[in-house]
Each structure stands twice: as structure tokens, then as C-alpha cells.
């Protein structure tokens, strides 16, 4: 399977004006957005609590959460940010594609927007 790469502007909730912008990974595998920790403190978003993460080998992680501003291919969400690495490559879940109706095609690995978001 492909990778799909989609531009993301990262937008503190409290100062619109602070904003970071990246090539995001869509990872269908991930609920939440992981932005390497230097960036969104960069634009004045601290970690508000954190949570325990499953990492594709299987094991556990400890890490800072926030909720921010996401906007990708014309729609804005707010979501839960991801405190990763800084030299982590930022990851675009699926809570924040599903919240604006799109998903990725299985057979050209691009976004696709659908008719109207699901309810359910």
C-alpha cells in the first residue's frame, strides 16, 4: 500500500494568527494528530494532560495532549494534538477526516470527500 501525504495548517485555538503548516502522513492506523512537540509550542500550544499511546511494535508510550485547530483541503476541525518527537513526522488520523467526511480510497491511496460526513 501507498502512502498519502495531505499539507495541514496547525492553528493555536486561543491566537489564530499562531499557525504551523506540514506535510502530514495520513495514517489510518491512528485516531489523533502527531506534530512533533517543538512545533506546536512554537505556536503557544502546551500539553494539557497527556495519555498512553500503542505503538506499531506493540508497545506503550507516555505523552503530552492539546487540542488545536487543523485545517486540510478546506475544512477546519478542532482535534486532539499529539506532543511526538521533534523530528517526528507529523501524522493526520482518522478522527479528524471522518469529523469532515473524508477517507482515504483503498485503490489510488488518495483523499476522497464524501457525499456528507457519518453520523454514526
Known sequence: MGMTHVT????????LERT????????????D???PSARLRE??????????????????VKLGIATAEIEFMGDVVG???????DEAEPLLGVAPLESVGIEVDPRSQRLKRLPAPRLK
Do not use: M, Q, Y
Request: with cysteine; proline share 4%; charged share 25%.
Open 43 to 60: 505556536i503557544g500550544i502546551e500539553p494539557r494532560g497527556t495519555r498512553t499511546f500503542e505503538l506499531a511494535d506493540g508497545s506503550e
Open 79 to 85: 482535534a486532539t494534538v499529539i506532543f511526538g518527537d
Open 20 to 31: 504551523w503548516d506540514g506535510l502530514f502522513l495520513v495514517d489510518t492506523g491512528a485516531v
Open 8 to 15: 495541514v495548517t496547525v492553528r493555536n485555538p486561543a491566537d
Open 33 to 35: 494528530c502527531l506534530v
